[in-house]
């Protein structure tokens, strides 16, 4: 059973820049087709996705936050990575990590795409 | 990007009764949906995507519908459980966007 945990510093000072990782446990990160992405959600609201990444280094981002991020993988670590910089309380949020999949549609019709399986996130506060 | 919205945002209900959820999007997205539970303090958790086939495991008292810009996810007969907050989410393009959320709370 495939399970994500996300771990990093819990504290981040406003200009500096938020550093996070995600171990993927019980398979390989590079294992069948699958997108790793990172998604945060401040307190009370709703949930933003904030970019993916596949096992080749291959990245899409949110444009609403590109300029400021990046999204790297270790396969050897079988991790991958989030790093946002010029943070400022804006970014306080809970950041999860999470598996995209190419789940079957029944009956043979092919296939879709969800976020099947969710790290159990980790408090992110910018504050000085 | 893709504007989702959902509705309502608060939903008071009884154990027992049936309920609906409403997700619209500013553009067609033909069947490129998700549904998600959250729980407090949780991760959300994936129940149905392609807008209507339900993922492994989950209850089958929960059902999608829905394509181009108007999705539904109904929970026919709540359980106690149940009770939560459920956001869509598109992925018909990026980037990725969930919907406001709709809490489901005990009348």
């Known amino acids: 059973q495939v399970q994500l945990q996300e771990s990093g510093p819990g504290l981040v000072k406003p200009s500096q820049t938020l550093s996070l990782t995600c171990t993927v446990s019980g398979g390989s990160i590079s294992s069948g087709s699958y997108y790793w992405s990172w998604i945060r959600q401040p307190a009370g609201k709703g949930l933003e996705w904030i970019g993916r990444i596949y096992t080749s280094g291959s990245t899409n981002y949110n444009p609403s936050l590109k300029s400021r991020v990046t999204i790297s993988v270790d396969t050897s670590k079988n991790q991958f990575s989030l790093k946002l910089s010029s943070v400022t309380a804006a970014d306080t949020a809970v950041y999860y990590c999470a598996r995209r999949s190419l789940l079957y549609l029944p009956g043979g019709a092919g296939g879709a795409f969800a976020f099947d399986i969710w790290g159990q996130g980790t408090m992110v506060t910018v504050s000085s | 990007a893709i504007w989702m919205t959902q509705s309502p945002s608060l939903l008071s209900a009884s154990t027992g009764d049936r309920v609906t959820i409403s997700c619209r999007m500013s553009?067609?997205?033909?069947?490129?949906l998700a549904w998600y539970q959250q729980k407090p303090g949780k991760a959300p958790e994936l129940l149905i995507y392609a807008a209507s086939t339900l993922q492994s495991g989950v209850p089958s008292r929960f059902s999608g519908s829905g394509s181009g810009t108007d999705f539904t996810l109904t929970i026919s007969c709540l359980q106690s459980e149940d009770f939560a907050t459920y956001y869509c989410?598109?992925?018909?393009?990026?980037?990725?966007?969930f919907g406001q959320g709709t809490k489901l709370e005990i009348k």
């Open positions: 553009q067609g997205i033909s069947s490129y």
């Open positions: 989410q598109q992925y018909y393009s990026f980037p990725y966007t």
